[in-house]
Each structure stands twice: as C-alpha cells, then as structure tokens.
C-alpha cells in the first residue's frame, strides 16, 4: 500500500519480473474473472505473481471483490477455469505461491483472509514494518 502516490511500483515489478520471467505471472484488473481464471490457469506454474491496481480501480470497484477472490483461490493452490465451457473444466494444482500487489489505496482487508496477508506503506524515504490491520479497522 502506497501511502500517496510516489514512483515505483510499476518499475518495480518490471525489473522484477525481468530478473524472473519464468517465475512470474502479472495479473491485471481487465476483463473478467472468468477472463483472469483462465489466464491464471494457462500461465503455469509460477513463484510470484504480481499486481499493479492502478488508481482508477479504487476500493468502491465493483472488479476489487473478485481479483481478491481470484488472488485467494489461487493462494489456495487449486484454481479451476470453466472458461469456454466446451472444453470442460481446466484445473491448475500448484504450491502456494507469492502473490503481490501494489495499490496507491488501502483494501478492504474484510475481503482477505487474516492468515494471508501483510499491508506495507512504502513513502519517500522507508518501507515500515507491516501493519497486521485487523477486520475490525477502530482496534488500531
């Protein structure tokens, strides 16, 4: 989570994808979760996978809900794409993978499982330790 909007994520995760392309998988906000499934389920199996919001997909997008649901399944290690039904069910069994994702907001962390997750805010000058946000947001 990026505090206000400072260079970097972007460049970031191209250089890292560039130092390992056959590890990392970029996951987008276009199309649909259909779409994205699909895509997830064809890349193969990779380490990391990255996702850069940009701005305009803010925490009101009705597309937030399911990346998070996407990025859960997938986090699980059993994704299944029903993608061009005619074909049947395409299922991806992996090991959990690492999934980043780089957001100039704060998600509602009540779509995410508590287990799962860390919310670092990165600004100018230092990237702080994780804020562990509980569900319950007043507990801070």
Known sequence: MIKKAIPGKSTFFKWYYWRNPEDVAFISDAGHVGQLRKYLVNCGDCRV???????????????IPQ?????????????ISAMYGGRGLQPKCSMPAHIFICASFIPDTKLLSPDR????????????KPMRLMHDHKSK
Request: hydrophobic share 40%.
């Open 49 to 63: 996978y990255l996702c850069d919001l940009p701005r305009s997909v803010n925490t009101k997008s009705k597309v």
């Open 67 to 79: 990346i998070i649901q996407t990025l859960e399944i997938l986090k699980n290690g059993m994704m």
């Open 117 to 128: 997750w860390y919310i670092y805010c990165v600004d100018n000058t230092d990237v702080q």
